[in-house]
């Protein structure tokens, strides 16, 4: 998986690439453990995103909740795969899809 962090004041976005699973979902929960403080905007550009597994949708959903209190998140760039396991879980009804 391909991790890019871009952060300009307190937005934050991250571009993920490749599959989020099981193997993938801790670098990605480390990252953002160590990006989220002061951050008000965060955005996940999915882009080249092939897969997410329920790791990753905790991972989404965790950094969700932490931005409840925060400030902002959305998720960008979402293809037909992924946006049909947002879909069937429910995260359509959760997270702000653009």
Known sequence: MTIKVTKKGKNLTVFLGGRLDTSTAPELEKTLQQ???????????????????SAGLRILLAAHKTML??????????????????DITGFVEILTIE
């Open 69 to 86: 209190t925060q400030g902002s998140m959305k998720v960008i760039h979402v293809n037909e795969v992924v946006m049909e396991v947002f």
């Open 35 to 53: 990006q989220l403080n002061g951050i008000t905007n965060l955005i996940f550009d999915l882009a080249e995103l092939e897969y997410i597994s």
